[in-house]
Each structure stands twice: as C-alpha cells, then as structure tokens.
C-alpha cells in the first residue's frame, strides 16, 4: 500500500507498506518530475525520511535492472 501526500515544504511524501522491490517498481513507474524532491518512509518509522536531491533517485531507479 502506498500513500503519497503533501508536505510542508511541497515535497511528496510516499508512505509505503511493502517490499523495496516493489517500491522500486512503483517509483520507476512515476515520471522524473514526479519524483523531484520526494521524500521515502517507511510504516515503522524508525528511519527518518529521506529527500533525494535533484535526480539522485532517477538515476537509482533507473540503474535497476529490468526483469
């Protein structure tokens, strides 16, 4: 299951229940604006959410192979 919101600074949030797999396949899936500025956490909260700056996250997404 995954949530995205609004934060604060406008940032999108994904709050997400799941494997990482999965996550990995549902952000590879959004558009690289989307995924600007977006912010990743997890149910248990025990990380903090990480931002990934300008197209970091792109660039690791897109390093995934594809099965």
Known sequence: MA?????????????????????AKKVQAMKRPERRGLRLSL??????????????LSALIDGLPRL
Do not use: M
Request: no cysteine; glycine share 6%; hydrophobic share 30%.
């Open 3 to 23: 949530v995205a919101g609004q934060t604060d600074d406008q940032s999108t949030e994904l709050l997400f229940e799941g494997s990482l797999l999965t996550l």
């Open 43 to 56: 149910p248990d909260r025990h990380v903090r959410p990480h931002t990934f700056q300008d197209d970091a």
